[in-house]
Protein backbone atom coordinates (compact mmCIF):
# COMPACT_ATOMS: atom_id res chain seq x y z
CA UNK A 1 0.00 0.00 0.00
CA UNK A 2 1.55 3.57 -0.75
CA UNK A 3 1.51 6.20 1.77
CA UNK A 4 3.26 9.63 1.67
CA UNK A 5 6.36 7.72 3.21
CA UNK A 6 7.36 5.11 1.13
CA UNK A 7 6.47 7.32 -1.98
CA UNK A 8 9.04 9.56 -0.89
CA UNK A 9 11.43 6.43 -0.12
CA UNK A 10 10.67 5.44 -3.48
CA UNK A 11 11.04 8.49 -5.27
CA UNK A 12 14.41 8.93 -2.63
CA UNK A 13 15.84 5.71 -3.88
CA UNK A 14 15.61 6.48 -7.82
CA UNK A 15 17.60 9.66 -7.53
CA UNK A 16 20.63 8.35 -5.87
CA UNK A 17 22.76 7.06 -8.69
CA UNK A 18 26.11 7.53 -7.57
CA UNK A 19 25.10 6.04 -4.13
CA UNK A 20 23.81 2.90 -6.04
CA UNK A 21 26.94 2.46 -7.64
CA UNK A 22 29.19 2.70 -4.71
CA UNK A 23 27.11 0.05 -3.40
CA UNK A 24 27.41 -2.57 -5.73
CA UNK A 25 31.26 -2.27 -4.89
CA UNK A 26 31.61 -2.70 -1.00
CA UNK A 27 32.89 -5.64 -0.07
CA UNK A 28 31.28 -8.98 1.73
CA UNK A 29 30.60 -6.97 5.15
CA UNK A 30 29.90 -10.30 6.70
CA UNK A 31 31.41 -10.14 10.21
CA UNK A 32 31.42 -6.07 10.08
CA UNK A 33 29.54 -4.76 13.56
CA UNK A 34 28.88 -0.89 12.64
CA UNK A 35 27.86 1.36 14.95
CA UNK A 36 26.63 4.41 13.51
CA UNK A 37 25.84 7.76 15.20
CA UNK A 38 24.44 10.35 12.39
CA UNK A 39 21.62 12.35 11.20
CA UNK A 40 18.71 9.94 10.52
CA UNK A 41 16.63 10.99 7.78
CA UNK A 42 14.86 9.13 4.66
CA UNK A 43 17.98 9.74 2.55
CA UNK A 44 20.37 7.19 5.10
CA UNK A 45 17.74 4.26 4.13
CA UNK A 46 19.38 3.13 0.88
CA UNK A 47 22.57 3.62 2.00
CA UNK A 48 21.93 1.28 5.31
CA UNK A 49 20.24 -1.53 3.27
CA UNK A 50 22.63 -1.59 1.36
CA UNK A 51 25.19 -2.25 4.11
CA UNK A 52 22.89 -5.03 5.36
CA UNK A 53 22.34 -6.58 1.92
CA UNK A 54 26.40 -6.89 2.26
CA UNK A 55 25.84 -8.45 5.42
CA UNK A 56 26.38 -5.89 8.18
CA UNK A 57 24.90 -5.53 11.04
CA UNK A 58 24.65 -1.95 11.71
CA UNK A 59 23.77 -0.14 15.35
CA UNK A 60 21.97 3.31 14.99
CA UNK A 61 22.12 5.83 17.28
CA UNK A 62 22.25 9.54 16.52
CA UNK A 63 24.11 12.70 16.55
CA UNK A 64 21.18 14.91 17.29
CA UNK A 65 17.75 13.95 18.41
CA UNK A 66 16.57 17.03 16.64
CA UNK A 67 17.23 15.66 13.53
CA UNK A 68 15.93 12.00 13.94
CA UNK A 69 12.98 11.42 11.60
CA UNK A 70 11.24 8.36 13.87
CA UNK A 71 9.64 6.96 10.29
CA UNK A 72 13.13 5.97 8.90
CA UNK A 73 14.25 4.61 12.19
CA UNK A 74 11.38 2.62 12.38
CA UNK A 75 12.28 1.20 8.79
CA UNK A 76 15.28 0.63 9.10
CA UNK A 77 14.48 -1.40 12.69
CA UNK A 78 11.80 -3.44 10.40
CA UNK A 79 14.92 -4.48 7.79
CA UNK A 80 17.08 -5.76 10.47
CA UNK A 81 18.96 -2.63 12.26
CA UNK A 82 19.39 -2.51 15.98
CA UNK A 83 18.51 1.52 16.94
CA UNK A 84 17.79 3.70 19.67
CA UNK A 85 17.50 7.14 18.75
CA UNK A 86 14.21 8.96 18.52
CA UNK A 87 13.14 12.80 17.52
CA UNK A 88 13.90 14.83 20.45
CA UNK A 89 15.41 11.93 22.82
CA UNK A 90 16.42 13.59 25.67
CA UNK A 91 20.21 14.29 26.48
CA UNK A 92 19.67 11.07 29.28
CA UNK A 93 18.64 8.95 26.95
CA UNK A 94 21.28 9.70 23.87
CA UNK A 95 24.03 9.07 26.92
CA UNK A 96 22.49 5.64 27.53
CA UNK A 97 22.19 5.21 23.77
CA UNK A 98 25.47 5.75 22.96
CA UNK A 99 26.61 3.58 26.13
CA UNK A 100 24.35 0.71 24.18
CA UNK A 101 26.05 1.35 21.07
CA UNK A 102 29.47 0.84 22.57
CA UNK A 103 28.38 -2.10 24.59
CA UNK A 104 26.62 -4.01 21.30
CA UNK A 105 30.79 -4.64 20.69
CA UNK A 106 30.81 -3.02 17.18
CA UNK A 107 34.01 -3.16 14.95
CA UNK A 108 33.68 -0.01 13.22
CA UNK A 109 32.32 3.10 13.74
CA UNK A 110 30.57 5.67 11.54
CA UNK A 111 30.26 8.82 13.11
CA UNK A 112 29.03 12.90 12.76
CA UNK A 113 30.29 14.21 16.05
CA UNK A 114 32.79 11.54 17.16
CA UNK A 115 30.45 11.21 20.21
CA UNK A 116 30.91 7.23 20.08
CA UNK A 117 34.60 7.97 20.07
CA UNK A 118 35.07 10.45 22.90
CA UNK A 119 32.95 8.30 25.19
CA UNK A 120 34.38 5.34 24.05
CA UNK A 121 38.03 6.87 25.28
CA UNK A 122 36.95 7.56 28.50
CA UNK A 123 36.47 4.01 29.30
CA UNK A 124 39.86 1.74 30.63
CA UNK A 125 38.70 -0.88 27.82
CA UNK A 126 36.33 -1.15 25.54
CA UNK A 127 35.47 -3.07 22.17
CA UNK A 128 38.01 -3.53 19.90
CA UNK A 129 37.44 -0.91 17.30
CA UNK A 130 39.13 -1.60 13.66
CA UNK A 131 38.41 1.64 12.59
CA UNK A 132 36.51 4.38 12.09
CA UNK A 133 34.84 7.07 10.11
CA UNK A 134 34.01 10.82 10.81
CA UNK A 135 31.74 13.01 8.74
CA UNK A 136 31.89 16.96 10.35
CA UNK A 137 34.56 19.04 10.98
CA UNK A 138 33.23 19.41 14.72
CA UNK A 139 34.02 15.91 15.07
CA UNK A 140 37.10 16.74 13.66
CA UNK A 141 37.90 19.24 16.00
CA UNK A 142 36.70 16.90 19.39
CA UNK A 143 39.55 14.47 17.65
CA UNK A 144 42.46 16.89 18.22
CA UNK A 145 41.45 16.72 21.57
CA UNK A 146 42.20 12.82 22.08
CA UNK A 147 44.80 9.99 21.02
CA UNK A 148 42.50 8.03 19.19
CA UNK A 149 43.11 4.13 19.78
CA UNK A 150 42.14 3.26 16.22
CA UNK A 151 42.82 5.05 12.97
CA UNK A 152 39.76 7.26 12.09
CA UNK A 153 38.78 8.32 8.22
CA UNK A 154 38.13 11.83 8.61
CA UNK A 155 35.88 12.52 5.55
CA UNK A 156 34.82 16.54 6.29
CA UNK A 157 37.75 17.91 4.63
CA UNK A 158 37.15 16.16 1.37
CA UNK A 159 36.56 18.69 -1.66
CA UNK A 160 33.37 16.58 -2.56
CA UNK A 161 32.14 16.80 0.91
CA UNK A 162 33.54 20.36 2.32
CA UNK A 163 33.36 21.77 -1.02
CA UNK A 164 30.10 20.70 -2.18
CA UNK A 165 27.71 20.05 0.54
CA UNK A 166 29.23 22.71 3.20
CA UNK A 167 29.94 25.46 0.97
CA UNK A 168 26.74 24.99 -1.96
CA UNK A 169 23.66 22.98 0.36
CA UNK A 170 23.77 24.33 3.66
CA UNK A 171 23.10 27.57 3.07
CA UNK A 172 21.22 27.45 0.04
CA UNK A 173 18.48 24.87 2.22
CA UNK A 174 19.06 26.91 5.47
CA UNK A 175 17.65 29.83 3.62
CA UNK A 176 14.93 27.55 2.06
CA UNK A 177 13.77 26.43 5.05
CA UNK A 178 13.68 30.04 6.67
CA UNK A 179 11.24 30.74 3.83
CA UNK A 180 9.37 28.09 3.93
CA UNK A 181 9.33 27.75 7.87
CA UNK A 182 8.53 32.55 8.41
CA UNK A 183 7.07 32.78 4.86
CA UNK A 184 9.66 35.35 4.23
CA UNK A 185 12.56 36.43 2.50
CA UNK A 186 15.53 38.20 3.21
CA UNK A 187 14.88 41.61 0.97
CA UNK A 188 15.55 45.25 3.26
CA UNK A 189 17.22 42.70 6.07
CA UNK A 190 20.54 42.94 7.50
CA UNK A 191 21.92 39.61 7.84
CA UNK A 192 24.55 38.45 10.38
CA UNK A 193 26.48 35.60 9.34
CA UNK A 194 28.90 34.68 12.13
CA UNK A 195 31.69 32.05 11.12
CA UNK A 196 33.17 32.27 7.51
CA UNK A 197 34.44 28.52 7.06
CA UNK A 198 32.48 27.17 3.98
CA UNK A 199 29.07 27.18 5.99
CA UNK A 200 29.54 30.61 6.52
CA UNK A 201 30.74 31.15 3.26
CA UNK A 202 27.44 29.23 1.81
CA UNK A 203 25.10 30.59 4.01
CA UNK A 204 26.26 34.66 3.18
CA UNK A 205 26.42 33.62 -0.44
CA UNK A 206 22.99 32.26 -0.38
CA UNK A 207 21.65 35.23 2.17
CA UNK A 208 22.24 37.37 -0.94
CA UNK A 209 20.35 35.57 -3.48
CA UNK A 210 17.72 35.15 -0.71
CA UNK A 211 17.67 39.17 -0.64
CA UNK A 212 19.48 39.55 2.29
CA UNK A 213 21.90 42.82 3.29
CA UNK A 214 25.28 40.46 4.39
CA UNK A 215 27.58 41.48 7.35
CA UNK A 216 29.83 39.07 8.33
CA UNK A 217 31.84 38.53 12.10
CA UNK A 218 34.60 36.06 12.09
CA UNK A 219 37.57 36.07 14.47
CA UNK A 220 40.06 34.21 12.68
CA UNK A 221 41.65 37.36 10.51
CA UNK A 222 42.60 35.21 7.64
CA UNK A 223 38.92 34.76 6.94
CA UNK A 224 37.82 37.88 7.89
CA UNK A 225 39.82 39.22 5.04
CA UNK A 226 38.84 36.27 2.85
CA UNK A 227 35.29 37.35 3.49
CA UNK A 228 36.17 41.17 2.38
CA UNK A 229 37.24 39.96 -0.73
CA UNK A 230 34.22 38.12 -1.49
CA UNK A 231 32.56 41.59 -1.23
CA UNK A 232 31.12 41.43 1.96
CA UNK A 233 30.60 43.99 4.88
CA UNK A 234 32.52 42.64 8.03
CA UNK A 235 32.96 44.10 11.54
CA UNK A 236 33.87 43.10 15.11
CA UNK A 237 30.89 40.82 16.54
CA UNK A 238 29.71 42.98 19.16
CA UNK A 239 29.56 45.55 17.07
CA UNK A 240 27.29 44.19 14.42
CA UNK A 241 24.34 42.05 16.91
CA UNK A 242 22.21 45.26 17.39
CA UNK A 243 22.40 45.77 14.31
CA UNK A 244 21.09 42.52 12.67
CA UNK A 245 17.42 41.65 11.69
CA UNK A 246 18.37 37.58 11.03
CA UNK A 247 21.53 36.38 12.68
CA UNK A 248 22.78 33.25 11.65
CA UNK A 249 25.95 31.35 13.16
CA UNK A 250 27.78 28.85 11.47
CA UNK A 251 30.99 28.28 14.03
CA UNK A 252 30.78 25.15 15.74
CA UNK A 253 31.31 26.67 18.73
CA UNK A 254 29.39 27.09 21.64
CA UNK A 255 28.02 30.54 23.43
CA UNK A 256 28.74 32.23 20.93
CA UNK A 257 25.74 34.77 21.39
CA UNK A 258 26.02 34.69 24.92
CA UNK A 259 22.63 35.79 27.58
CA UNK A 260 23.82 39.65 27.92
CA UNK A 261 23.82 39.52 23.91
CA UNK A 262 20.02 39.15 23.83
CA UNK A 263 19.29 42.64 25.47
CA UNK A 264 21.30 44.06 22.55
CA UNK A 265 19.22 42.97 19.85
CA UNK A 266 16.89 44.05 17.34
CA UNK A 267 12.95 44.04 17.70
CA UNK A 268 11.89 41.78 15.99
CA UNK A 269 15.44 40.11 15.00
CA UNK A 270 15.25 35.97 13.75
CA UNK A 271 17.89 33.78 15.47
CA UNK A 272 18.82 30.10 13.64
CA UNK A 273 21.81 28.08 13.61
CA UNK A 274 23.49 25.92 10.89
CA UNK A 275 26.73 24.73 13.07
CA UNK A 276 27.10 21.27 14.61
CA UNK A 277 26.00 22.76 18.23
CA UNK A 278 22.35 23.41 19.29
CA UNK A 279 23.86 26.10 21.84
CA UNK A 280 25.63 28.08 19.19
CA UNK A 281 23.39 30.35 20.70
CA UNK A 282 23.11 30.18 24.53
CA UNK A 283 19.55 28.68 24.12
CA UNK A 284 19.29 27.51 27.75
CA UNK A 285 19.65 31.51 28.91
CA UNK A 286 16.93 32.36 26.40
CA UNK A 287 14.41 30.53 27.46
CA UNK A 288 14.35 32.18 31.12
CA UNK A 289 12.45 34.91 29.27
CA UNK A 290 8.62 34.61 28.83
CA UNK A 291 8.12 32.98 25.17
CA UNK A 292 5.59 31.42 23.42
CA UNK A 293 5.23 29.12 19.61
CA UNK A 294 4.65 31.52 17.13
CA UNK A 295 4.54 28.85 14.25
CA UNK A 296 6.10 24.86 13.84
CA UNK A 297 9.72 25.91 14.47
CA UNK A 298 9.31 29.64 15.56
CA UNK A 299 9.32 30.69 18.77
CA UNK A 300 9.04 34.14 20.35
CA UNK A 301 11.22 35.47 23.10
CA UNK A 302 9.74 38.37 25.07
CA UNK A 303 13.42 40.37 26.29
CA UNK A 304 12.90 43.65 27.96
CA UNK A 305 9.75 44.61 25.85
CA UNK A 306 11.63 43.54 22.60
CA UNK A 307 10.73 40.31 20.63
CA UNK A 308 13.05 38.38 19.50
CA UNK A 309 12.32 34.90 17.39
CA UNK A 310 13.99 31.48 17.39
CA UNK A 311 13.85 28.69 14.64
CA UNK A 312 14.12 25.34 15.52
CA UNK A 313 15.25 25.89 18.94
CA UNK A 314 18.74 27.24 17.85
CA UNK A 315 19.47 23.45 16.40
CA UNK A 316 20.25 23.28 12.92
CA UNK A 317 17.86 25.00 10.28
CA UNK A 318 18.11 23.01 7.42
CA UNK A 319 17.91 20.00 9.02
CA UNK A 320 15.78 20.30 11.85
CA UNK A 321 13.00 22.14 10.02
CA UNK A 322 14.11 21.39 6.68
CA UNK A 323 14.64 18.04 4.45
CA UNK A 324 18.47 18.68 4.56
CA UNK A 325 20.43 18.69 0.90
CA UNK A 326 19.14 18.18 -2.13
CA UNK A 327 19.08 14.76 -3.18
CA UNK A 328 21.43 15.16 -6.49
CA UNK A 329 23.61 17.02 -3.99
CA UNK A 330 23.62 14.28 -1.13
CA UNK A 331 23.76 11.32 -3.38
CA UNK A 332 27.48 12.30 -3.70
CA UNK A 333 27.67 12.25 -0.21
CA UNK A 334 26.26 9.14 0.28
CA UNK A 335 28.28 7.48 -2.01
CA UNK A 336 31.56 9.01 -0.60
CA UNK A 337 30.44 7.75 2.81
CA UNK A 338 29.93 4.03 1.39
CA UNK A 339 33.16 3.67 -0.14
CA UNK A 340 34.91 5.64 3.12
CA UNK A 341 32.67 2.70 4.88
CA UNK A 342 34.15 -0.20 2.36
CA UNK A 343 37.69 1.36 2.59
CA UNK A 344 37.09 1.18 6.82
CA UNK A 345 36.09 -2.70 6.74
CA UNK A 346 38.30 -4.07 4.10
CA UNK A 347 41.56 -2.04 4.73
CA UNK A 348 40.82 0.61 7.80
CA UNK A 349 42.80 -1.12 10.56
CA UNK A 350 46.02 -1.47 8.18
CA UNK A 351 46.71 2.37 8.99
CA UNK A 352 48.09 3.21 12.61
CA UNK A 353 45.64 4.19 15.09
CA UNK A 354 45.39 7.98 14.64
CA UNK A 355 43.04 10.77 12.23
CA UNK A 356 43.59 10.17 8.78
CA UNK A 357 42.37 12.06 5.52
CA UNK A 358 40.24 9.46 3.49
CA UNK A 359 42.58 8.16 0.52
CA UNK A 360 41.95 9.88 -2.65
CA UNK A 361 41.63 6.59 -4.72
CA UNK A 362 38.74 5.37 -2.41
CA UNK A 363 36.17 8.82 -2.62
CA UNK A 364 37.39 9.82 -6.61
CA UNK A 365 36.46 6.06 -7.62
CA UNK A 366 32.64 6.92 -6.97
CA UNK A 367 32.17 10.03 -8.67
N1 LIG B 1 23.85 22.39 9.04
C1 LIG B 1 24.47 21.46 8.36
O1 LIG B 1 23.86 20.66 7.62
C2 LIG B 1 25.97 21.39 8.43
C3 LIG B 1 26.70 20.77 7.40
C4 LIG B 1 28.09 20.76 7.45
C5 LIG B 1 28.74 21.31 8.55
N2 LIG B 1 28.00 21.86 9.55
C6 LIG B 1 28.62 22.46 10.73
O2 LIG B 1 28.75 23.86 10.50
C7 LIG B 1 29.83 24.37 11.31
C8 LIG B 1 30.76 25.19 10.42
O3 LIG B 1 31.32 24.35 9.45
P1 LIG B 1 32.60 24.85 8.61
O4 LIG B 1 32.98 23.72 7.73
O5 LIG B 1 32.33 26.18 8.03
O6 LIG B 1 33.63 24.96 9.83
P2 LIG B 1 34.92 25.83 10.06
O7 LIG B 1 35.49 25.38 11.36
O8 LIG B 1 35.78 25.79 8.85
O9 LIG B 1 34.38 27.33 10.19
C9 LIG B 1 33.88 27.85 11.38
C10 LIG B 1 34.32 29.30 11.48
O10 LIG B 1 33.72 29.89 12.62
C11 LIG B 1 34.67 30.82 13.14
N3 LIG B 1 34.34 31.15 14.52
C12 LIG B 1 34.41 30.35 15.62
N4 LIG B 1 34.06 31.03 16.71
C13 LIG B 1 33.76 32.29 16.31
C14 LIG B 1 33.35 33.46 16.99
N5 LIG B 1 33.18 33.50 18.33
N6 LIG B 1 33.11 34.59 16.26
C15 LIG B 1 33.29 34.58 14.92
N7 LIG B 1 33.70 33.49 14.23
C16 LIG B 1 33.93 32.36 14.93
C17 LIG B 1 36.00 30.09 13.00
O11 LIG B 1 37.09 31.01 13.05
C18 LIG B 1 35.84 29.45 11.64
O12 LIG B 1 36.35 30.26 10.59
C19 LIG B 1 30.49 23.13 11.93
O13 LIG B 1 29.98 22.97 13.24
C20 LIG B 1 30.03 21.99 11.05
O14 LIG B 1 30.01 20.74 11.74
C21 LIG B 1 26.65 21.92 9.49
Not at 191 to 202: A, H, P
Request: hydrophobic fraction near 45%; charge should be negative.
Amino acid sequence: MSNPFTQELAWTRRHLPRLHRALTHLPDMSGARLACSMHLDIKMIPLVEGLLAKGAAVFLTTCNPATVQNDTVAHLVAQGVAAEAWRDMPPAALHTAVNHALSWEPTHLCEMGAELTARLHQLPDGPPIRAGLEATGSGINRLGGLTPRYPIFNWDDLPVKEGLHNRHMVGLTAWHTFFQTTRLTLHEKQVLVIGYGLVGQGAAAAARAYGGQVTVAERDPARALLAQYDGWMVRPLAECLPHADVIVTATGAHHIIQAADFTRLRDGVFLLNVGHEADEMDVAALRAYPHETALPFVETFAVNGRTLYLLAGGSMLNLTAGRGDSLNAFDITLAVLAAGIGHIVRAGHQSPPGVHVLPTAVWQAVL
